[in-house]
């Protein structure tokens, strides 16, 4: 699998939720995230996704999903690096996670794997500004090595390969070009030409290949049941859209999820409109009198649409890990005699707020308006499209807590003496009546809703 190969330093976040393994191993080792060979003397600690290679207090880790908090080159080196016990060690008295790496990097301390992989090697570097920011360095004027580290990218996710060296005395470092580091470093150096990492999502089917908002559909392939991977289905050009009722298998090989009825559409700034989800200067002569209105001045509005039917490709997301895509195709909902083309309620949608229904086949009275568990009876329509009321309270039984916020993900639809419409979903989201909340002064209760 080809890579391509960046030299960010980043965030070290990735946890390990699958029991250890670990033996001697004299050839090859596999496993769901890595193939490779393994020379003797080294032995191997699988925990998905990290690999550990250790021989005495040598330790090579190859994380295969290294997930970050920012891409800033060269800026994470202090986090990239801080569970490395030698590193941690001589960065001992620096501050924070930026700053000096306490070592000097020449080109010929790289240890070249490949013409697209080389591992940086850190040997400690005394100079005066090094020791000024709190690096701590053996005894004595020889340089010793601490570490050697890599980032690289690839389609699917970005990776690190890490070296250290089991001590937190900096005394008891491997001297630069001893005999046993260089036995060491050819070690890895020979192992790591070895290294293929293998995809860690992968989509190998999707069935039905097409179907109706509000039909389950699901994907088979690997890797679903990534540890702590927030894995979900994504539209590759509707990031909007959110699948309702996700299930992965515990094999991880199938994900099962429900067609979401709408669409979360959000408005651009005065003088843009919203084209294929981004926002694009508005045309002249533009009529914007379907489109979502915009909110106050400063506040990006938002609305519900149901999904709109076409041709697409679909994927599946982790922490910052992604699979291939495959074609999938949203089919036109069965025709009703009363439509819902769009409801919003201003920036938020809570209990008494006013909602506005647009739509078709609305009558001049005995419109009523399901929201999940509630009911909003003979609604007026004056033009026959637009419906307008306040927001019911939604059940104990539909919300759930976030925070310091109450949420509840409801079905609207309309129905009267032509018939019932199609259905759309949308969210509540509001603060919760018993939330403690800040204010000029301090923290005050919140206002009961």
Sequence with gaps: MARRI???????????????????????FENQYVKMSVLPGWTVTSSPPLTKLT??????????????????????????????????????????PWGTTCSQDRPDQKLVINSKLSLSNLYTNDTKANVNDGCKFPSGKRSAWFGALYVGAGTESEYTITLAYDTSDVNALPL???????????????????????????????????????????????????????????????RGLEPQQLRISPDGNSLTFTLPTSILVGTCPPGYILKNENCVTEPPDYDSSQDCPRGQVGIRNACVEPIPPGDYQVQVLGSMVQSNRVPFSVLPPTPTPVTISMLYSGHGISPGKTITVRGTGFTVSGNTVRI??????????????????????PSAAELT????????????????AKGTSNVVGFEYWYPSPNALQWQSGGIRMNDPV
């Excluded at 980043?10 to 050839?27: C, E, M, N, Y």
């Excluded at 568990?373 to 609604?379: A, D, L």
């Design 176 to 238: 630069k070009g001893s005999p046993e580091l260089t036995r060491v470093l050819n070690d890895v150096q020979a192992m790591l030409k070895t290294l293929q990492l293998k995809p860690p999502l992968v989509i190998s089917r999707i069935e039905p290949a097409s179907a109706r908002p509000g039909e389950k559909v699901t994907i088979y392939g690997s890797g679903f049941n990534l540890p702590d991977g927030n894995v979900r289905p994504s539209f590759v050009k509707l």
């Design 401 to 416: 807590t976030s925070g310091a916020y109450l949420k509840a993900s409801v079905q609207a639809s309309v129905e009267n």
């Design 372 to 393: 999940g568990n509630s009911e909003v009876t003979n609604v007026p329509s004056s033009d026959g499209h637009t419906l307008t009321f306040a927001a019911p309270t």
């Design 55 to 96: 021989r005495g207090k040598y330790v090579l880790t190859i994380n295969s999903i290294y997930t970050h908090a920012s891409g800033i080159e060269g800026g994470r080196f202090g986090e990239a690096t801080s569970y490395m016990p030698s590193v941690t060690a001589v960065r001992a008295g620096v501050e924070g």
């Design 6 to 28: 960046i030299v960010s330093i980043v965030l070290f976040a990735a946890s390990v939720a699958i029991a250890q393994s670990s033996k001697p191993h004299d050839g090859a």
